[in-house]
């Protein structure tokens, strides 16, 4: 299987099978200790021919004086009808893993994906592809930790870290995204979930999102 734009959870257990793309960026997700500077790019998001910003902003934490646990949201800056445009399109989390523009989904423009995470050791936070249409931000693909898909047999109803990255389809131009989801067992360290969960989602331009296409669970030996 071959993956780029994807971000690793930090796991205690060896992944037996690392994925590995053309254009691979592994990105270790580092303790979340909170805002790590400011990231931007540019991209024509919408195909009109002018370039939209993609940005990273900082967001601080109330009640909390020390800027460095500041949180981290992500932004788009555009120019609608001659008027200056701000849209949030994910977060706030603690900090950014990755975030990247390409053409996901087959049409005009590009596409936002972004990988936030939060918590101690950076398990936890969310992913998202964004498409910019007329204007305002088009959620196609979204996934948050605290709302994460159904929970295997076995499963606890916790996850102790999650990867999101696309993958290649054969014969299309479009994208899938592939999201991997690590369940716990009843006892089982927080760092170390042996139930593991792929599923595969793929976009429909009919719906204009990603749908879930298919899930496979594999159950690894109890972690104790």
Known sequence: MRLWALAWALDCCAMRRPLLGTAFLLAFAAPALGWLGPTEKHADLDGDGSAETVKTVRIPVPGVTDQHFDQTAVEIDATCKGAPVTKRIAGPQDNLVLMRVRNADGRKGRQVFVDL????????????????????????????????????????????????????????????????????????????????????????????????????????????
Request: charged residues 35%.
């Open 117 to 224: 995470r939060s918590g101690a050791a950076a398990r936890l936070g969310e992913a998202r592809v964004v498409a910019w249409r007329h204007c305002k931000p088009r959620q196609l693909f979204r996934y948050k930790t605290d709302h994460h898909t159904r929970t295997p047999r076995g499963g606890n109803g916790d996850i102790s870290g999650f990867q999101a990255g696309y993958r290649k389809r054969k014969r299309s131009p479009r994208l899938d995204v592939v999201l991997k989801e690590q369940f716990l067992r009843k006892g089982e360290p927080l760092c170390c979930g042996s139930i593991r969960k792929t599923t595969i989602w793929r976009y429909s331009a009919a719906r204009d999102r990603y749908f879930r296409l298919s899930s496979k669970v594999r159950y690894g030996k109890p972690v104790r």
